[in-house]
């Protein structure tokens, strides 16, 4: 599995150098409303009303590694990966998260970023946890 990054059509691109090892897909994510109702329906008090659908959110935790690892992806200094985030949260523009496994495209979703926080340990990486959330952009008719 790959995970990629990009920015402002392409303009930057960053892949992950470490896949999280937990990394789940958000699929599908319903803003359904349920109401109590009196008297009940077959034995049951509630009616669950089917919404549309509602925005996407993603969490991704793993690390920027500093140094050159065997097991890294892609060998990219984690000052530049964590530099990424911040300028173009910063740009307040949404950046596009693609999944890839194999030839298959598992995801591929405009987001916004939500939470970026990282530290440095004392390996001298950056453990980062990332929350993202899907952008979909306006369209005025």
């Known amino acids: 599995m790959n995970i990629v990054f ?7 691109i960053l892949t992950l150098p470490i ?11 319903n803003n359904n409303e349920e109401f109590s109702i009196i008297g009940g329906v077959n034995g049951i008090g ?10 996407r959110t993603l969490s991704i ?7 050159y690892y065997s097991f890294v992806k892609v060998q990219k200094s984690g000052y530049d990966c964590v530099s990424f985030f911040k300028k173009w ?7 596009r998260i693609i999944v890839t496994h194999g030839d298959k495209k598992i995801l591929n979703m405009a987001c916004t970023i939500e939470t970026f926080t990282y530290d440095l340990d004392s390996a001298g990486d950056f453990p980062y ?13």
Do not use: Y
């Open 89 to 95: 949260n910063d740009k307040r523009v949404p950046i």
């Open 46 to 55: 509630a009616l669950n009303l089917i919404g549309l659908k509602s925005l």
């Open 6 to 12: 990009t920015a402002n059509n392409n303009a930057e």
């Open 61 to 67: 935790a793993s690390l920027f590694p500093n140094k």
């Open 19 to 29: 896949v999280p090892p937990e990394f789940s897909i958000p699929e599908i994510v």
């Open 129 to 141: 946890t990332l929350e993202l959330k899907e952008f979909v952009f306006p369209v005025v008719k």
